[in-house]
C-alpha cells in the first residue's frame, strides 16, 4: 500500500488556469454551463414592434358569441357571432372562419366566411373568401375567385383629401373671347 501514495499537491481542477496570475480574479463557471450554447435575450423579450402588433388567434374549435372587442390583431378560425369591433387594429378571418357578425377594424384580410357589413381603411377578400355584406372602406383588394355579394363605400383617406386638396380640378374658360362687363 505504501507504493500508491497519493501526492498531497493540489491539481488545478482546469488545464486552462494554468497561467493566471495570482492577483487576477477568477469567475467560477460550472463546466456544464460552457458546453451550452449561448441564449439570445432577443428571444426572450420581443422588440416594440412585436409587443406593439401582437396577435391574438381565436382557434378553429372556438365558438364566441357576442362582442369582441381590443387593441390588438386578432386570427380568427372559429365562428364568431355579434360585433368584431378592433379599431386601427388587423382582423384575419382564416380559411375555415364563419362569421356572422359586423366587423369595424384599421385593415380586414378574409380568407373565410363573413356575413355582415365590415367597415376598415384597408379590406382584402381573398380568392377563398366569400362576403355577404356591404363594405366601407378607402382601399379596397377583391381577388379573383372571391366571392362578394353587397355594396361597397368607398371613403376618402386622410391621405387622399391631402392630395385632393393640391388637385382640385379648376375649369378653364372657354376658349374664346371673354366675356366684357359694360
Do not use: C
Amino acid at each position: 500500500m505504501r507504493g500508491n501514495k497519493k501526492s498531497h499537491t493540489p491539481q488545478a481542477v482546469d488545464p486552462g488556469l494554468k497561467n493566471v496570475k495570482t492577483n487576477q480574479s477568477l469567475k467560477a463557471t460550472p463546466a456544464f454551463w460552457e458546453r451550452t450554447p449561448k441564449m439570445n435575450n432577443d428571444a426572450i423579450r420581443p422588440s416594440e414592434a412585436t409587443v406593439d402588433r401582437a396577435t391574438a388567434r381565436l382557434g378553429p374549435s372556438l365558438h364566441v358569441k357576442g362582442e369582441i372587442s381590443g387593441n390588438e390583431d386578432l386570427y380568427v378560425d372559429g365562428t364568431v357571432e355579434g360585433l368584431v369591433h378592433l379599431d386601427e387594429r388587423k382582423l384575419t378571418v382564416g380559411a375555415t372562419a364563419e362569421l356572422t357578425a359586423d366587423v369595424i377594424a384599421g385593415e380586414v384580410n378574409m380568407h373565410g366566411s363573413v356575413k355582415g357589413n365590415v367597415r376598415g381603411k384597408k379590406i382584402e377578400i381573398k380568392r377563398e373568401g366569400s362576403v355577404n355584406g356591404d363594405l366601407t372602406t378607402a382601399h379596397i383588394i377583391i381577388e379573383d375567385g372571391a366571392y362578394f355579394k353587397g355594396s361597397i363605400e368607398i371613403e376618402k383617406s386622410a391621405e387622399a383629401e391631402k392630395e385632393g386638396d393640391n388637385n382640385v380640378f379648376s375649369p378653364r374658360p372657354a376658349a374664346g373671347p371673354e366675356p366684357r362687363s359694360i
